[in-house]
């Protein structure tokens, strides 16, 4: 079965940082786009980052640039996210997701494949 399993996820308080990994089992993720999504409670699903296949291009929300670095390293099967300066607005869900289109499209019914998620939380 097809799955992508994030970790890394918790509590955190305001100002620190947090690395969110996401791994394939099963298959390869080196031929999709590979996105990080959140959602927190009450609202919808919203774009966070995307990378392209090689790693070589990366798209970011405007209220994460700067702060958030999506990579993958395809040897290991594993797409990551390093979130810096996490404010209580970041907290929610994150989940990743597959994207066999290239470049990487942003929105959430388009992926091919999802994770279950992981939670976090951002304390003030």
């Known amino acids: 079965q097809v799955q992508l399993v994030e970790s890394g996820g918790g509590l955190v308080q305001a100002g620190g940082s947090l690395r969110l990994s996401c791994t394939a089992s099963?298959?390869?993720?080196?031929?999709?786009?590979m996105t990080w999504f959140r959602q927190a409670p009450g609202k919808e699903r919203e774009f966070v980052a995307a990378?392209?296949?090689?790693?070589?291009?990366?798209y970011y929300a405007a209220s994460v640039k700067g702060r958030f670095t999506i990579s993958r390293d395809n040897a290991k099967n594993t797409l990551y996210l390093q979130m810096n300066s996490l404010k209580p607005d970041d907290s929610a869900r994150y989940y990743c997701?597959?994207?066999?289109?290239?470049?990487?499209?942003?929105?959430?019914?388009?992926?091919?494949?999802w994770g279950q998620g992981t939670q976090v939380t951002v304390s003030s």
């Open positions: 997701a597959a994207d066999r289109r290239t470049p990487p499209t942003y929105d959430p019914a388009l992926m091919n494949v």
């Open positions: 099963s298959w390869i993720i080196s031929t999709y786009c």
């Open positions: 990378i392209d296949r090689s790693g070589s291009v990366t």
